[in-house]
């Protein structure tokens, strides 16, 4: 049983989002539940991190902690297009030297484990194995919920504030009818983890591969791991991987005979275990935050795994909503507008990250291409792969890349633009 039937701030689910948000709110003072469904630590996809995650990591007072679980760095990003040409890689380095240009692949038990264990150790009241049955959103704070505890016994509890961190079950957002999907982003992943795939070696920097498949109906993701593993996914539309009549199994395998740079890879790989399956994850929310409420991470809404963005903008969220709480909590104002005022420059930033996975996905789009006509935005793209789009111009990509990319979806051919 949970002790407190009330608190300041009950958070719906400890991954990234939720854990960061717990200690954030709870080292202020303020009394934070911390729920999670499941037994931690747990399973789950998502390991390549953003850059930009540091700056969260180094508020937290985990990096040293990261450090010393071993993950394997990673140094960037890679690309490899439907013929097998692997483009020269994106040391992130290259254009920062500082210690935050680099970042992690992490394995998901252990760096969300680490998160719980922060919040606890923030002064948080954490609970696994406890889910949520019921939320009642009243018209006015404090809010109610009825949980059920790793004993079997349901409990009511109330909460001045309640952070919905609960990932793809997005449980307000679906309860009051504010998710909407993206209709040109209906698609779907299918992922496992092999033994002895081929690893960078030699020296070299450890990056995330994304591969092409010869067709360019799909690509896959492909992430080292520091246990020897490597995660491999398989992400296309959903109609293409789901509603073909084959196994998802058989059309993994099949994508891997259509992907150079995937059999180059896998010459001597093995398959751990089964294969996971996700679909239709890409949405948005129509509202992020209400009176005595507010979404982070994947609760309030989801891109694509293309560019690794899911847990730096669940970490993002979170510390911009814990902000948000934590001073309407000590003004005892918990109202939406104070609650939702980070959200506009939250929204900002993500559009950059969702206009660059909209470019992926233009069937005859080269970013090699459109590189070679403007190596001004080098600079710019790196930022976008990072994350740095808070702050700064990286933006600024757009003013020629919208332009290209409305001739190329007319039908037209590649525009030959000089560099300047």
Not at 209 to 231: M, Q, R
Not at 271 to 298: C, H, M, P
Request: aromatic residues 10%; proline residues 3%.
């Amino acid at each position: 049983m949970i002790a407190n039937r009330s608190y300041d701030c009950v958070v719906i689910g400890a991954g990234p989002g939720g854990g960061a948000a717990a200690a954030l709110v709870a080292e202020q003072g303020f009394s934070t539940l911390l729920l999670e469904r499941d037994k931690m630590p747990r399973f789950h996809v998502g390991e390549s991190l953003m850059p930009e995650t540091y700056w969260i990591f180094e508020r937290l007072g985990i990096l040293h902690e990261l450090d010393k679980i071993g993950f394997t760095r990673k140094n960037g990003v890679q690309f490899v297009n439907s013929s097998g040409k692997e483009t020269a890689p994106f040391i992130f380095r290259e254009k920062d030297d500082r210690d935050c240009s680099e970042t992690w692949h992490v394995q998901r038990d252990k760096f969300d484990q680490l998160l719980y264990e922060t919040a606890y150790n923030r002064g948080a009241t954490c609970s696994d194995e406890t889910r949520v049955l019921d939320i009642d959103i009243r018209k006015k704070s404090p809010h109610r919920l009825t949980i059920k505890t790793a004993n079997g016994k349901e409990q009511e509890l109330s909460s001045r504030v309640i952070i919905d961190a609960s990932g793809q079950q997005a449980l307000i957002a679906s309860r009051l009818g504010l998710k909407e999907y993206y209709p040109d982003l209906k698609k779907a992943a299918i992922w496992g983890y092999f033994e002895e795939a081929k690893r960078a070696g030699g020296g070299n920097p450890e990056v995330t591969c994304i591969l092409h498949t010869e067709s360019k109906d799909a690509w896959f993701w492909y992430i080292p791991l520091s246990n020897g593993t490597v995660s491999v996914g398989l992400v296309g539309d959903n109609d293409f991987l789901l509603k073909g009549g084959s196994s998802p199994q058989q059309t993994f395998d099949d994508q891997v005979k259509n992907c150079i740079g995937i059999k180059r890879r896998f010459q001597d790989a093995r398959q751990i275990g089964k294969l996971n399956i996700a679909k239709e994850f890409s949405y948005r929310t129509t509202q992020q935050a209400g009176d005595g409420w507010v979404l982070v991470g994947d609760a309030g809404g989801f891109i694509d795994p293309i560019y690794s963005s899911g847990v730096y903008l669940a970490m993002k969220s979170a510390v911009m909503a814990a902000d948000a709480v934590t001073s309407g909590l000590h003004r005892n104002d918990v109202s939406e507008k104070q609650l939702g005022s980070w959200t506009r420059d939250y929204e900002n930033g993500v559009d950059l990250i969702r206009r660059l996975v909209q470019a992926f996905y233009t069937r005859e789009f080269s970013f090699g291409q459109f590189m070679k006509a403007y190596p001004h935005h080098v600079a710019n793209l790196t930022n976008l792969l990072i994350g740095r789009v808070f702050e700064g111009n990286a933006g600024q990509i757009f003013d020629d890349m919208d332009p290209w990319l409305e001739k190329v979806r007319a039908g037209e051919s590649m525009p030959e633009v000089s560099s300047n």
